[in-house]
């Protein structure tokens, strides 16, 4: 758990500089954000996004990059309803 934060489930992300040495690992934490319990019965609408990964085995950074992106834009989007 982290000291001053009244989150209670985060995502931990692990990274690895796959264009230097392996050794390097970075850990990084983060609020989960979990569907209240209506969206577990009613479900939620969602739409699809082409997006490529260049290394199909990892998600590199600039997929992240390119997926927080179209998050955003998707909550944005939201809003203005």
Do not use: C, H, W
């Not at 690992?25 to 969206?39: F, R, S, T």
């Not at 997006?51 to 992106?69: E, T």
Request: no cysteine; net charge positive; proline share 4%.
């Amino acid at each position: 758990m982290m000291t001053g934060v009244e989150q209670e489930d985060f995502r931990v992300r692990l990274s690895v500089d796959l264009s230097g040495s392996l050794n390097d690992i970075y850990i990084a934490m983060e609020p989960l954000d979990i569907p209240d319990a209506d969206a577990y019965q009613s479900g939620i609408d969602v739409e699809t996004e082409r997006l490529k990964r260049s290394n199909p085995k990892a998600k590199v950074n600039s997929f992240l990059s390119q997926a927080d992106q179209v998050r955003a834009r998707r909550r944005k989007a939201l809003k203005k309803f």
